[in-house]
């Protein structure tokens, strides 16, 4: 069966960094659109950044452009987003998700098959 796992989250002080990975298996991940999704509470789920399958497809969401970096190891079957200049406004759980698909990304939470359980991530002010 397919698993995505999500690790990297954690407390940190604005201004600061953070790397999430998520590893997925049970799935040819090298033909997969990969995206990252976060959700504070009280608030919907957002899409944050996504990538396609060969990498050459991103997109971020304009609150993080500049601060976030997605990126993909197919050998590793890994996503990895980096965050730099955490703000306390980026507080919240952040999800990994895996869907097929052909051509660009999509930050549509609802064309996503697959999810991790998600990995929290704090930033104090």
């Known amino acids: 069966q397919v698993q995505v796992v999500e690790s990297g989250g954690g407390l940190v002080q604005a201004g600061g960094s953070l790397r999430l990975s998520c590893t997925a298996s049970g799935l040819t991940f090298d033909v997969y659109t990969m995206g990252w999704f976060r959700q504070a509470p009280g608030k919907e789920r957002e899409g944050v950044s996504c990538?396609?399958?060969?990498?050459?497809?991103?997109y971020y969401v304009d609150s993080v452009k500049g601060r976030f970096t997605i990126s993909r190891d197919n050998a590793k079957n890994t996503l990895y987003l980096q965050m730099n200049s955490l703000q306390p406004e980026d507080t919240a759980m952040y999800y990994c998700a895996a869907v097929r698909r052909i051509g660009g990304c999509t930050a549509v939470a609802g064309a996503y098959n697959y999810w991790g359980q998600g990995t929290q991530v704090t930033v104090s002010s």
């Open positions: 990538i396609n399958r060969w990498g050459n497809s991103v």
